[in-house]
């Protein structure tokens, strides 16, 4: 069963956790996991099931670059983990019905943090915390792409922060050496430091979530390094202490509360490739999958389970939102939007998404009583994405 490594859904698709925010030493979490989104690692054992199948600083806004400190020689792991973590944050989002946690890098001096778009989707707020401050900072994003499940934030009110150094991950080989970094299991103390090998290339995995939807992630690196809850959204480093991957999904044991949260099967998705998304985000370039700026927002929170039904089913109606308005209430049961069918949650999520806040939808519904409604919807201005 392969999982997400962190959590999430609604129209937005919504985690559900119960959760406080604080510092890495501070933190004392307890929570449960909404659906694995796109194969993110925060999958601990209520996350969700998902089934693999393999085939085959410097000036604000500015990278870092490779440094007389590391150049290309081969570090430990120790060593890889105290150049890095100060770049290394902790992601908490606050969402309708809960709250959740990830990882994400600094990747610019000027406070832009790469993550999984899992970790963030759905959320209402966004705080990161850096390296070992007791400090958290809210967090904007700048644009995602949910179909790779990569995101791109900008912290507020930072600046002078350290880079993690971007490396080649078309050089790769089967048997390289890895060491992964992130907020596993979100526990306090400093990021949980793993090391492993890569074992396989251009890998593909389906990731089925709790609601019977799946989606599907190609070309991916696969790591023996070990991967928790949590791990979503963090680096995988080469031996010479440069991100080659983001670490997206993981496999584990069992189902239910037989299952084991840590798994030695793990993927990351290539940083050439995630380059390519932030730098078509950075330009302002929508398309491709790709979302600059805030998305449409319908405010619903959808049930993972629809009893069967064709559709997407209510769980909760935020106040005042565009549903709310047009009518919904928990336990109706959405069924198209501007006319073409919605079989699950998640292609519900990607039909609001392709829409910017102001545009007119037409939603049908079915009320628990059976009855067929339909009504025009402006969607709203999405919290943050």
Known sequence: MLVGMDQFWSDDPRLTADHSLSSRRDRRVQRRRRKVVIGALAFVVALGGATVATSGGDDAGTRAEPTAQTGDRVLTTDEIAAL??????????????GAAAGTGMVITSSGEVLTNNHVIEGATEISVTIGDSSRSYDAEV??????????????????????????????????????AIGNALDLPGPPRVTEGAITGL??????????????RLTDLIQTSAELQPGNSGGPLFDDTGRVIGVNTAAEVVGRGPRSTSASSTGFAIPIDAVEEIVAQIEDG?????????PAGYLGVAIRNDSGGASGALVGEVEDDSPADEAGLVAGDL???????????????????????????????WIDADGERHTATVTLAESPLA
């Open 202 to 215: 251009a890998q593909s995995i389906t990731v089925s979530g709790e609601d019977g939807s799946s989606d």
């Open 285 to 293: 370039d929508e398309g491709g999958g790709v979302r600059v700026g």
């Open 84 to 97: 890095t973590e100060p770049a290394i944050v902790d992601i908490e989002t606050e969402l309708t019905n």
């Open 334 to 364: 959405v069924v198209s939007i501007d006319g073409v069918a919605v079989a699950d949650p998640s292609e519900l999520g990607e039909a609001i998404r392709s829409h910017d806040p102001g545009d007119d939808v037409e939603l049908e």
């Open 142 to 179: 700048i644009g995602t792409a949910p179909g790779a499940d990569v995101a791109l934030l900008q912290v507020d009110g930072v600046s002078d922060l350290p880079t993690v150094t971007l490396g080649d991950s078309s050089a790769l080989e089967v048997g390289d050496a890895v060491v």
